[in-house]
């Protein structure tokens, strides 16, 4: 006996690789159905060999359904998402609208799959940030040894999480940097991002960060412990799909680079890929398509007592987003729903 499940917003970036995922993990479906805004009714999405048509949203009814996976930002999500919850329906939702809300859990399964018992407050888990969920897949067996203290990362996030227009405007703006007269002015991006990075994501703050590096702070205490101290510069970068995060780490104890990286080795979630040589890590072009996340350059910080330094490359579209909820899904259909 396999579950009811929902995509909405199956033609988006997310929708579609949730739909993969979905289907590459043989997750227990029974019966599926794909929804999307009044304009894109009727498209056609691909589940498996199956071909799905697109329902509109707005007439739909979430009763019945056991899961809902939400990939259509906090706007819509906001309208939509109760409404399922209160037929009761389970929602997973990949907008930032719920993560930082008490009565719903914001999970990633490595990290705190306990969590996902809360849902029923609300009938509603939240998805972390691309960027956090990446990151606290690393730092929490890393935390259970030696107790972090405070982290310091500055990330190198691709122009896939801000959409299919700001892919497009990366590829727009390339071909028109070698073809005079052909120029493309920004307009996702504040400045061209065509061979640039930006360090700027999300609106500024009051402090001077964005909200992107407050959503890492804030996310990162909710998910591993409210005690951490981290501090995060977040940068988009002319990559079209992976996010790659440069993270230096101080513990209360002793954590020598040795075990670390036994410990991250034997963790959920991860592969190591650390040689001192040429090549001997990953880049984003590497991981597009992994379910990992991955590990390289893992070193002592000689500077600081019990520092460590990695470098964590993920795909966003996955880890970040897609995976993650399917995911949690997994999880909640272990933990409290036992049908599959």
Known sequence: ????????????????????????????????????????????????????????????????????????????????????????????????LYRYDPDVPLVVPEVNPEAVEGYAKKNIIANPNCSTAQMVVALKPLHDRARIKRVVVSTYQSVS????????????????????GQEVEPKVYPKQIAFNVIPHIDVF??????????????????????????????????????????????????????????????????LIVDKREDGGYMTPVECVGEFATFISRIRQDSTIDNGLNLWCVSDNLRKGAALNAVQIAETLGKRVLKKG
């Open 1 to 96: 006996m396999g579950y009811r499940i929902v995509v909405v917003g199956a033609t988006g970036n997310v929708g579609r690789e949730m739909l993969n995922i979905l289907d590459e993990r043989e997750f227990p479906v029974d019966e599926i159905a794909v929804l999307a805004s009044r304009r894109s009714q009727g498209t056609e999405v691909s589940f498996g060999d199956r071909t799905l048509t697109c329902e509109d949203i707005e007439n739909f009814d979430f009763a019945g359904w056991d899961m809902a996976l939400f990939a259509i930002g906090s706007d819509a999500t906001k309208t939509y998402a109760p409404r399922a919850a209160k037929a009761g329906c389970v929602v997973i939702d990949n907008s930032s």
């Open 161 to 180: 999480g801000s959409g299919k227009e700001a892919m497009d405007e990366l590829w727009d703006q390339t071909k028109g940097i070698y073809v005079p």
């Open 205 to 270: 703050l009051e402090d001077g960060s964005t909200k992107e590096e407050w959503k890492m702070v804030a996310e990162t205490k909710k998910i591993v412990d409210t005690s951490i101290k981290l501090t995060a510069t977040c940068v988009r970068v002319p990559v079209f799909v992976g996010h790659a995060e440069a993270i230096n780490i101080e513990f209360e104890d002793h954590l020598d680079e040795e075990e670390a990286r036994e410990i991250l080795r034997e963790a959920p979630g991860l």
